[in-house]
T-cell receptor
Framework: NAGVTQTPKFQVLKTGQSMTLQCAQDMNHNSMYWYRQDPGMGLRLIYYSASEGTTDKGEVPNGYNVSRLNKREFSLRLESAAPSQTSVYFC?????????????FGDGTRLSIL | AQSVAQPEDQVNVAEGNPLTVKCTYSVSGNPYLFWYVQYPNRGLQFLLKYITGDNLVKGSYGFEAEFNKSQTSFHLKKPSALVSDSALYFCAVRDPNSGYSTLTFGKGTMLLVSP
């Protein structure tokens, strides 16, 4: 009964380094999302995948790339990390994208970039 | 474009008193509205949603929310607050008339319930 699992939970990077945040869901959901959460700004959508094989930009996609590896997994990559990308990153999934289904969230990855 | 406003950064209430966390929205069509709660170092958890029908919707942990179309509001309420309700609350909206559309979240309201 894991739901949405994110790895790692914490990470510290130096400016310019790259890394990939992993996300997997075991609920057989079609849609998956990546958000970032910054103090006083709520959640902002980075990228989403409405279904396996598709990805689309959200509100703040610059500096990120994503891969929908299969139905279960959706990864977020920072190619050249910048201090402005210090944030808490959340992955979420939902049964379908364009209907009234709530999203289910992982517990986040806390990323600091020095 | 869809948007959500949570006018209060923080709400303070004493345990046992009723609580209200405010949310107003803007969409072009009839909205789908959601409330989520976030406890420290955890992801968001779904509380309740309004899609259609009765304007008063009930959700998890004794929470309810009232949809008011004329005031474009969806305030979260609970008759008697518990200390354990202390958390960060997010309102979110989706416009189903936009084809495929994503959720837009408010900035969150911190609820602090004092013993």
């Amino acid at each position: 009964n894991a739901g949405v699992t994110q790895t790692p939970k914490f990470q510290v990077l130096k400016t310019g380094q790259s890394m990939t945040l992993q996300c997997a869901q075991d609920m057989n959901h079609n849609s998956m999302y990546w958000y970032r959460q910054d103090p006083g700004m709520g959640l902002r959508l980075i990228y989403y995948s409405a279904s396996e094989g598709t990805t689309d930009k959200g509100e703040v996609p610059n500096g990120y790339n994503v891969s929908r590896l299969n139905k279960r997994e959706f990864s977020l990559r920072l190619e050249s990390a910048a201090p402005s990308q210090t944030s808490v990153y959340f992955c979420a999934s939902s049964e379908m994208a364009a209907v009234d289904q709530p999203q289910h969230f992982g517990d986040g990855t806390r990323l600091s970039i020095l | 474009a869809q948007s959500v406003a949570q006018p209060e950064d923080q709400v303070n209430v004493a345990e046992g008193n009723p609580l209200t966390v405010k949310c107003t929205y803007s969409v072009s069509g009839n909205p789908y509205l959601f409330w989520y709660v976030q406890y420290p170092n955890r992801g968001l958890q779904f509380l309740l949603k309004y899609i259609t029908g009765d304007n008063l919707v009930k959700g998890s942990y004794g929470f309810e929310a009232e949809f008011n179309k004329s005031q474009t509001s969806f305030h979260l309420k609970k008759p008697s607050a518990l200390v354990s309700d202390s958390a960060l609350y997010f309102c979110a909206v989706r416009d189903p008339n936009s084809g495929y559309s994503t959720l837009t979240f408010g900035k969150g309201t911190m609820l602090l319930v004092s013993p």
